[in-house]
């Protein structure tokens, strides 16, 4: 941690790229910027800082909450704010595999990280049209979602775990429910 630290401090340019984690970064991605921050000790001392993040779902905009955290930690550690990347449907994408070797659906990401680091070799930010290339979903939600619930019952069969699969456990009766001005209470 001692090295990353003193490469942190001295670098000229630092990227994060992370998956999206319940809408944020993961805990240990927020333990390792805290220590950049302190570090840095929250004052001015140059360099930039630039982020892509990674989200499962199809949309790149949940990956929003979790950049404006970025730019936060950014502006309060004292960096430059260099931009940022949000990748929608990553795994799907990518899933570890390498990009020069990759099909067609992933010229829009190749295009963007490599107009990214275009900019960023300039002493630039990442610009917003480069942002928009990722903006547009590599694979539509209805397909998303059709392939998630092949996935899904996929791994409940390898697991054995299909017979639980339609059970609803908290799921309420209608018949205990009473509508009161459109909308419904529980009949005591």
């Known amino acids: 941690m001692a090295s990353l630290l003193n490469a942190v401090v ?7 790229s992370f998956p999206l984690y319940v809408d944020s970064l993961p805990a240990p991605d927020i333990e390792v910027l805290e220590q950049i921050a302190n ?3 929250y004052s001015t ?3 930039r800082f630039a982020f892509i993040a990674n989200c499962g779902f199809p949309e790149a905009h949940h990956n929003d909450n979790a950049l404006a955290s970025c730019a936060v930690f950014t502006r309060q550690a004292g960096f430059e704010w260099a931009g940022s990347l949000a990748l929608g ?3 799907g994408l990518v899933h570890g595999a390498n990009l020069n070797e990759m099909d067609g659906r992933s010229t829009h990401l190749k295009m963007a990280l490599d107009q990214a680091a275009e900019a960023l070799l300039r002493g630039e930010s990442i610009p917003t049209s480069t942002q928009i290339i990722l ?3 590599f694979i539509p939600g209805w397909l998303y979602r059709i392939l998630g619930t092949f996935g899904w019952i996929k791994q409940a069969n390898d697991w054995g775990s299909q017979h639980y699969m339609l059970r609803r456990p908290y799921q309420r009766s209608n018949a205990n429910l009473i509508p009161i001005d459109n909308k419904f209470t529980m009949n005591q």
């Open 89 to 91: 449907a990553g795994e």
């Open 39 to 41: 570090r840095r000790g």
């Open 10 to 16: 001295t670098a000229d340019l630092v990227m994060l």
């Open 45 to 47: 001392i140059g360099g």
């Open 135 to 137: 903006n547009k979903p």
